[in-house]
């Protein structure tokens, strides 16, 4: 466990050594996967909006966000997305200033 912290490592997958073939393939997904997270690193972070949920960093695209709201949990705002729904601390006036003037601040009544 010191060596995880001391190197920064996280365990991506958990591969069985059940047969050559299995392994190769495992590792070939793993592989895959890598890159293509890689891949999603290296956009223009600018199409993305960040937060931190815990101690795990996420990317949402922009154009998949619906909109931002208060949340009933003091200091948490929650993200709604087209196929997605997070919950971060944080405070809308802050992703005001963050994300203007690509959204609009609307306030509901009810």
Request: net charge negative; charged share 30%; with cysteine.
């Amino acid at each position: 466990a010191y060596k995880t912290f001391q190197y920064h490592l996280e365990a991506f997958d958990y591969i069985i050594k059940d047969t050559d073939k299995k392994l190769r393939e495992s590792i070939c997904d793993c592989l895959k996967s890598i890159i293509e997270s890689m891949v999603q690193e290296t956009i223009d972070p600018s199409e993305f909006y960040t937060f931190k949920t815990g101690e795990r960093l996420c990317h949402i695209p922009l154009d998949e966000i619906d909109y931002f709201e208060t949340s009933p949990r003091s200091h948490y705002v929650v993200l709604h997305a087209k196929h997605d729904r997070k919950e971060f601390i944080g405070n809308l006036s802050d992703i005001e200033k963050q994300l203007f003037p690509r959204f609009l601040k609307f306030i509901v009544l009810t």
